[in-house]
C-alpha cells in the first residue's frame, strides 16, 4: 500500500497517460501544471514559494537562481511528503524588506484567513519590479479542512490586487470547458467513498469511474468554453511598490 500510496502522490500532480487513468482530479492537476508550465518563465532570481508543500512544480522554474519552499507547520495537510525549507506563523513571512526577487503559491489562497495581511507580507518582501506567479482556485468543494475559508472571482481577485498594487501582468482562467463537470463529478464520487472506505481504498475502488470520466471530459472538450463556469484563475502579476 506504502508504494501505491508512492505512486498516486507522483501522479496527483503531473499530467501523464497514467495519471489521466488513475487519477479524479486529472483535469484539474492537468490544468494547473500546463498553466504553471507556461508561464514559469517569469520569475527569475530568487525566488520564493509559499505553502510550498512538496514543491510539485519547482522543476518548471528554470530561469530561477534560488528556489525556497515556506510553508505554515499547521495546516490542513500533513508534511511527511513535503519539501520545507522555512516554516512560518502565518502572520508574518521571516524575510527582510525588499529581499525576494520572485513569489509563487498555487492553490493556496483559500487556505489564507486573512487576505490582507498575507498581501501585505507579499508586498513587504517581494522588490519593487519584482514578480509574482500564482493559482487560485473558483470552483471547487471544501478541503483540507477546517482551514478552507473561502473562494473568490476574477473580479474579487482583481480588487485585492489593484489595493496592493499588484499589476496584472498576464491572467488566465483555466478548465473553462465541460471538462470541469467531469472533474466535479470524481471529486463527489471520491468524496464519498472516502468516508466509508479506510485509507487509499476509495481512491483505488474509484479508478474505473475516474477513467469513465476523464475519457468523456476528453470527448466532451469540443464543447464551447464558458469563461463564468472555471476550474480557477492563473496571474502574472508586478510588484508596483515605489
Not at 506504502?2 to 492537468?30: C, D, E, V, Y
Not at 484567513?113 to 471547487?140: C, Q
Not at 481504498?201 to 469513465?212: D, K, L, M, Q, T
Amino acid at each position: 500500500m506504502t508504494k501505491l500510496k508512492t505512486l498516486l502522490l507522483q501522479q496527483l500532480f503531473k499530467p501523464t497517460l497514467i495519471s489521466f487513468i488513475i487519477n479524479p482530479f486529472f483535469w484539474g492537476r492537468a490544468a494547473i501544471y500546463l498553466s504553471v508550465k507556461k508561464y514559469a518563465k517569469a520569475a527569475k532570481g530568487k525566488t520564493l514559494d509559499v505553502g510550498s508543500g512538496s514543491k510539485p512544480y519547482k522543476d518548471l522554474f528554470s530561469n530561477v537562481t534560488q528556489y525556497i519552499g515556506m510553508d505554515i507547520e499547521v495546516s490542513g495537510h500533513e508534511h511527511s511528503t513535503s519539501d520545507i525549507d522555512v516554516f512560518y506563523d502565518g502572520e508574518t513571512f521571516p524575510f527582510k524588506d525588499s529581499t525576494i526577487d520572485s513569489l509563487v503559491f498555487f492553490e493556496v489562497f483559500e487556505h489564507v484567513f486573512n487576505p490582507e495581511r498575507f498581501l501585505s507580507e507579499i508586498k513587504r518582501v517581494v522588490k519593487p519590479g519584482g514578480t509574482m506567479v500564482v493559482t487560485i482556485p473558483f470552483i471547487w468543494g471544501e478541503h483540507e479542512q477546517p482551514y478552507d475559508y473561502a473562494r473568490y472571482s476574477s473580479f474579487g481577485l482583481k480588487h485585492l490586487f489593484d489595493k496592493y498594487d499588484f499589476e496584472i501582468v498576464e491572467h488566465k482562467k483555466y478548465l473553462a470547458d465541460f471538462r470541469l463537470q467531469f472533474l466535479l463529478i470524481n471529486n463527489y464520487l471520491y468524496g464519498f467513498f472516502k468516508k466509508i472506505l479506510p485509507g487509499m481504498s476509495a481512491w483505488i475502488f474509484i479508478i474505473p469511474f475516474s477513467f469513465i470520466n476523464n475519457l468523456l471530459g476528453l470527448i466532451f472538450y469540443i464543447l464551447p468554453k464558458n469563461e463564468e463556469m472555471y476550474f480557477g484563475n492563473i496571474y502574472v502579476l508586478k510588484n508596483n511598490k515605489k
